[in-house]
């Protein structure tokens, strides 16, 4: 079976008639990728762009799933786009396929959808291609990372390198960290919190069994630090008691996403214990496990629960709200 990673590769090299064609474009992607056994979404952007120049650049999203996966995960209300700054470490939500106009005031109901697909046309396949503008004006300069969600399924991760915006390419935000709490609590970022993976990151959602107005998350990660993580002097931090040197900082964000359509994004700065300065390129690792309150309860239902390090969502990892 065909990968997201595999078809990207794959439509990027049809080149800027992609991106700047029109509909003839797309049409010919949907009965290219019908062909293909594959299930899941795809992103593709070019692979620069000058926010200067161009109010926007174009993305491209490619589903393909069965009628009974298209009526469960309603796409005008789930599909995201998730879009990372990678220097910053920002990650801002798009809802592509849903006009502002059209979201309902708060607790109101829905319009009731068709019955649910049974038998053969439940299983049946669409292929669909849209193009999305996702606004870079007065952006900075640096690499974005695009990818889209729609709520237990992620693409691929898009990259567009971002020029002739203020700051130039070395532009940077200032590297801050969550504050850890001083005695025994949470927030933590010290051993022996999660595992470590070799490479990437691993988490786990803890449920509240009291309420549904927090959310607890523990994990571990291990990378290359890029230059705008690394600390210029150790600095100082007191974890649970213990007194401790940083490193370097690593920006995360949680991304909570309900099967209702609802989505929560929580930064995070972890930061990276150890003896002696880091510097761009070699390995560091760190660990968290913090509580996140919620300015209401989560509603009963289905969650698929994200974090994204360097522009790639991790998970999903799924909960159920009783």
């Not at 998730?82 to 470490?89: D, E, F, L, M, Y």
């Not at 697909?117 to 299983?123: E, I, L, W």
């Not at 994990?219 to 210029?232: D, I, M, N, R």
Request: glycine residues 10%; hydrophobic residues 45%; neutral net charge.
């Amino acid at each position: 079976m065909a990968t997201a990673a595999d078809l990207a590769v794959m439509f990027q090299k049809q080149g800027p008639r992609l991106f700047e064609g029109g509909e003839d474009a797309l049409t010919e992607l949907e009965l290219g990728a019908s062909r293909l056994d594959f299930r899941g979404l795809v992103t593709v952007a070019p692979q620069q762009a000058r926010s200067d120049v161009s109010r926007t650049v174009p993305v491209i999203v490619l589903s393909q799933q069965t009628s009974l996966r298209a009526w469960e995960v309603p796409a005008q209300y789930n599909l995201v786009l998730a879009v990372a700054q990678i220097n910053s470490g920002t990650v801002r939500l798009i809802r592509p396929l849903l006009d502002p106009k059209d979201e309902e005031p708060v607790n109101a109901t829905r319009a009731s959808r068709p019955p649910m697909p049974q038998g053969v046309a439940a299983q049946a396949v669409a292929t669909k291609a849209n193009r999305f503008g996702i606004a870079i004006d007065g952006m900075p300069s640096g690499k974005l990372a695009i990818s889209a969600i729609a709520f237990d399924v992620a693409s691929n991760t898009a990259t567009v390198e971002l020029t002739g915006g203020p700051g130039g390419p070395g532009s940077r935000s200032a590297a801050t960290w969550t504050t850890p709490n001083p005695d025994p609590g949470l927030p933590t970022f010290a051993a022996p919190v999660a595992a470590v993976p070799d490479a990437g990151l691993n988490f786990e959602v803890v449920l509240s069994t009291a309420d549904r107005k927090s959310l607890g998350f523990r994990g571990g990660f291990s990378k290359l630090a890029g230059p705008h993580e690394c600390l210029p002097s150790l600095a100082a931090a007191r974890d649970n008691g213990i007194d401790r040197r940083v490193t370097a900082v690593v920006a995360l964000t949680i991304l909570v996403l309900g099967l209702d359509g609802s989505a929560r994004l929580q930064p995070l700065g972890v930061p990276v214990y150890g003896t002696e300065p880091t510097s761009p390129g070699r390995s560091i690792a760190g660990q968290f496990a913090v509580t996140l309150p919620v300015t209401a309860p989560l509603a009963p239902g289905h969650y698929a629960a994200y974090v994204f390090m360097d522009g790639m969502a991790y998970g999903p990892q799924k909960f159920q709200m009783p």
